[in-house]
T-cell receptor, first 114, second 114 residues
Framework: AQKVTQAQTEISVVEKEDVTLDCVYETRDTTYYLFWYKQPPSGELVFLIRRNSFDEQNEISGRYSWNFQKSTSSFNFTITASQVVDSAVYFCALSVGGSYIPTFGRGTSLIVHP | SAVISQKPSRDICQRGTSLTIQCQVDSQVTMMFWYRQQPGQSLTLIATANQGSEATYESGFVIDKFPISRPNLTFSTLTVSNMSPEDSSIYLC???????????FGSGTQLSVL
């Protein structure tokens, strides 16, 4: 069975601070995919990134960066110089090979204060 | 890519009544899913909506309570029947375009049951 743990329920920062959202996953499959989604107050889930298990390269997209480490089964997400618009619930998800359906973590609520 | 139109966006209903949520996709997709997100919680899969066959329900969800229709490859409905306040949640439809691919989500239906 698969499992995704987002231990941080809520994080509160002040604008311009850097913040890291943790994600730890469990699976016995060697082929799997990891995702991050953002859910702003409007409610719609927005896809941020997808990573497959064979690609451990870290990725940077503007102020967002992701650190994938198979050795620790982690796929952490860092926002640099946070902004109020980053306030949202962020979900990490895991999909194993052959499945359409991901397992979602419980989400981390990020609050960025001006 | 897939664009999903979901309606209604929100509704307030009386207990004992039923609400049907519609989900329209701008392209033909095989796999459609219905999720429930209770306040402050993660996404819980209700069922997979299969075109031309009965929906596949997850543990804890039954067809009598959450009947689903999937008349074609671009449309699905979820009905929440005989509602109680415990059904107050956000309901989301989503589609997947392939194994391990990201999910596309509708904007969600915020349901409040009085």
């Amino acid at each position: 069975a698969q499992k995704v743990t987002q231990a941080q329920t809520e994080i509160s920062v002040v604008e311009k601070e850097d913040v890291t959202l943790d994600c730890v996953y469990e699976t016995r499959d060697t082929t799997y995919y990891l995702f991050w989604y953002k859910q702003p107050p409007s409610g719609e889930l927005v896809f941020l990134i997808r990573r497959n298990s064979f690609d451990e390269q870290n990725e940077i997209s503007g102020r967002y960066s992701w650190n994938f480490q198979k050795s620790t089964s982690s796929f952490n997400f860092t926002i640099t110089a946070s902004q109020v618009v980053d306030s949202a619930v962020y979900f990490c998800a895991l999909s194993v090979g052959g499945s359409y359906i991901p397992t979602f973590g419980r989400g981390t609520s990020l609050i960025v204060h001006p | 890519s897939a664009v999903i139109s979901q309606k209604p966006s929100r509704d307030i209903c009386q207990r004992g009544t039923s609400l049907t949520i519609q989900c329209q996709v701008d392209s033909q997709v095989t796999m459609m899913f219905w999720y429930r997100q209770q306040p402050g919680q993660s996404l819980t899969l209700i069922a997979t909506a299969n075109q031309g066959s009965e929906a596949t329900y997850e543990s804890g969800f039954v067809i009598d309570k959450f009947p689903i229709s999937r008349p074609n490859l671009t449309f699905s409905t979820l009905t929440v029947s005989n509602m109680s306040p415990e059904d107050s949640s956000i309901y989301l439809c989503s589609v997947a375009l392939g194994f391990g691919e990201k999910l596309f989500f509708g904007s969600g239906t915020q349901l409040s049951v009085l």
